[in-house]
């Protein structure tokens, strides 16, 4: 094995690498921010992996760890290595009378698995369809779409440990999934990288059609026997109605998550803006739309220079050609000061600054 930095092969015994220098990420990142990064390699398997982490000049700088770059703002060039997960491959690992155990390596697009499992029957995905992004990441914030978070099918990763290279599994427990969060957003931040993501995935479908957007487009679609490849349709119909495609617009889907209220501070609000969205929670507080706080804030639509609101859904900050990720970090900071100062409501940013 031999290594050097510039645009130099990285022998391995599977494959050879390059690692380039000075790389632009905006084909990397869906909010299409002109970021470089010093370095950039892709790996394909778990030991080209290893090599990078070890070799001696690249092992000292800072790591970033790049699925699909959706859940992401770079606002500064990033002074380290960008390692590009490429690893692929979906099997069946276990089955039982009501599962089936589907592995996924960590660089699967995550809607093209999402739709292997569909089409098989493999229930509980479903209404997960269409998000972008890797298998990787879907653990990161535990994705969640339409009355389903993948916390609800999720059953162990496999990752390795940067410091000591071993590979360690987490169950359910372990990961501590909460709202758009995991253990790997907070304690254990940057100290793994996901290879594979197993979920228990039904037999026999639980169809969750609470969120009444799908029933709706349902009757739209005129399905009269329910399907997960429907449910999945419907999802797609809706998203691709409300939010902007990367691919025409750069954004990062939501960029703040719903805020969390006490049931009394929703009251109050409520005798002042009578309106107001709010969803009523198990542990008795209000989850809060963001999306309304920021349009009662007048930002739907709005646009500072290149960086803007996005006209139909107000909770997704988008990119409307060239503009820096810091301008777009400054809106959200703008409108996050709105909404405290007319509702007293502290936003929190869903998307990964960097
Ligand atoms: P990246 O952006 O590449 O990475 C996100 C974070 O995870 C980074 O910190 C990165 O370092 C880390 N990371 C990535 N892979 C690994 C790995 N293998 N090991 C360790 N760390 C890793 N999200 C939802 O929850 N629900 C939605 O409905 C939704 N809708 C969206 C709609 C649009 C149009 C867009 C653009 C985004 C949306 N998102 C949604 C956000 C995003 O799609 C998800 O967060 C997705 O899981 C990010 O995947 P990614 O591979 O692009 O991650
Ligand atoms: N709303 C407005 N104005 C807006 C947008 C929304 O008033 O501009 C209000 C509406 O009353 C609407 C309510 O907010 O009924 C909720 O809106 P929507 O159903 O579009 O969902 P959301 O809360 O904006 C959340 C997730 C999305 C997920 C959808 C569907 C968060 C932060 N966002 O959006 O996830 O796809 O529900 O389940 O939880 C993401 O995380 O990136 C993401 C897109």
């Given at each position: 094995m031999y290594f050097e930095i510039g645009i130099v092969n990285f022998d391995t015994n599977s494959a050879t690498m390059t690692v380039q220098e000075n790389y632009s990420l905006k084909k990397f990142n869906t909010f299409g921010i002109d970021a470089y990064s010093r370095y950039f390699a892709t790996f394909n398997t778990v030991e080209q992996l290893k090599e990078l982490l070890s070799d001696n000049k690249l092992g000292q700088t800072e790591r970033l760890i790049l699925g699909g770059g959706s859940n992401i703002l770079f606002t500064k060039n990033f002074d380290g290595i960008t390692?590009?997960?490429?690893?692929?491959?979906?099997?069946?690992?276990?089955?039982?009378t009501n599962h089936y155990y589907i592995k996924a390596a960590a660089g699967e697009v995550w809607h093209e698995f999402v739709m292997h499992c569909v089409n098989n029957n493999y229930a509980g995905l479903e209404n997960l369809s269409l998000?972008?992004?890797?298998?990787?990441?879907?653990?990161?914030?535990?994705?969640?779409?339409?009355?389903?978070?993948?916390?609800?099918?999720?059953?162990?990763?496999?990752a390795l440990h940067i410091a000591d290279k071993t590979i360690q599994t987490f169950n359910n427990a372990d990961c501590k999934f909460g709202y758009r969060e995991s253990v790997f957003k907070r304690e254990l931040k940057n100290q793994f990288i996901i290879l594979s993501v197993t979920y228990r995935l039904n037999k026999t479908a639980n169809f969750n059609t609470s969120y009444g957007a799908i029933e709706k487009e349902l009757e739209t679609?005129?399905?009269?026997?329910?399907?997960?490849?429907?449910?999945?349709?419907?999802?797609?119909?809706?998203?691709?109605?409300?939010?902007?495609n990367p691919a025409e617009i750069g954004n990062a889907g939501s960029f703040f998550k719903n805020p969390e209220v006490s049931r009394h501070k929703y009251e109050s609000l409520k005798v002042s803006f009578p309106t107001i969205v709010g969803y009523?929670?198990?542990n008795g507080n209000v989850k809060l739309a963001a999306g309304w706080l920021i349009e009662q804030c007048g930002w739907k639509g709005k646009t500072l220079g290149d960086a803007g609101v996005h006209k139909l859904q107000a909770?997704?900050?988008?990119?409307?050609?060239?503009?820096?990720?810091?301008?777009?970090?400054?809106?959200s900071q703008q409108i996050m000061d709105s909404v405290k100062e007319k509702y007293g409501v502290e936003l929190e940013r869903e998307v990964n600054i960097l």
């Open positions: 390692l590009k997960n490429n690893l692929k491959g979906i099997e069946i690992v276990k089955e039982d998000i972008p992004g890797c298998v990787g990441a879907s653990p990161m914030q535990n994705i969640g779409a339409y009355g389903v978070e993948i916390k609800d099918s999720f059953f162990e990763l496999e679609m005129g399905i009269k026997e329910l399907n997960i490849q429907a449910i999945s349709k419907a999802v797609c119909n809706i998203r691709s109605s409300k939010l902007p009523e929670l198990e909770l997704v900050l988008v990119n409307y050609a060239n503009a820096k990720g810091k301008e777009i970090y400054d809106l």
